[in-house]
């Protein structure tokens, strides 16, 4: 029996001490700015220490000019546990001290899909180019770093449209916002009959993109 207890989506969006967390693609995902580089890298230190302590340890990733990136899951209930929880609320509480400013509508993941009849022979080949390793079918950067690549069953082969498409899952409270900006930018609406789990959208030349969600699913 696992020692974590599994923690929904919606608990997450309800609770307001981890109102700097946003829940993203099987993660709750948080940014914070530090005044200085320097600060930011003293709050990864901080956050470091305290994982260890909890051992429970999250994804974390420094970027100029003082932006920490922590990305927090527990493979055990394969999403979000009582551990994250814990941790989220110390980490937020770190942040906090050190001045480093949270902005929860920045977390996103970018996925790349794949429309095929046939996954299992062509996965391979992807596999090999991008050096990825394969997770429940989809294949991942085992560096955590770059997108993950998932393959979509066709019933029948697709030609009147593009085979690839990049699937960007946001927090659930940007979502229109995004798909209003994407429109706005030129793009159109090709489907919201999924909406809020994904809309489809479409640039000029046809290419497509879905903003996702967690919810609806």
């Known amino acids: 029996m696992s020692r974590y207890t599994a923690v ?21 995902r948080a940014e914070f700015v530090a005044d200085s580089y320097a600060g930011g890298g003293a709050l990864v230190a901080k956050i470091a220490e305290a994982a260890d302590v909890a051992d429970h340890h999250p994804d974390v990733s420094l970027r100029w ?11 055990d209930v394969g999403g979000i546990s009582d551990a994250d929880v814990n941790l989220a609320q110390e980490i937020s509480a ?13 977390p996103q993941a970018v996925e790349f899909a794949i429309d095929t009849m046939d996954a299992d022979q062509i996965r391979p080949f992807w596999a090999a180019v991008l050096g990825y390793t394969e997770r429940h079918g989809s294949l991942v950067d ?3 770093m770059g997108p993950s690549l998932w393959f979509q069953q066709m019933d029948e082969p697709r030609t009147e449209r593009n085979r690839f ?14 798909v209003g900006a994407a429109i706005e930018a030129g793009g159109t609406l090709v ?4 909406a809020r789990a994904f809309w489809v959208l479409a640039d ?13 699913r």
């Open 165 to 178: 498409h990049l699937d960007v899952s946001v927090p659930h409270d940007q979502a229109e916002a995004r």
């Open 65 to 75: 000019p003082g932006r920490v990136m922590v990305l927090l899951s527990t493979h």
């Open 8 to 28: 929904s989506p919606a608990d997450i969006a309800a609770d307001e001490s981890l109102a700097d967390w946003r829940f993203v693609l099987g993660e709750i």
């Open 142 to 144: 085992p560096a955590n």
């Open 204 to 216: 000029a030349d046809g290419n497509e993109a879905c903003v996702c969600t967690w919810q609806d």
């Open 94 to 106: 770190l942040a906090a001290a050190v001045g480093a400013v949270a902005e929860p509508s920045r």
């Open 191 to 194: 489907s919201d009959e999924r």
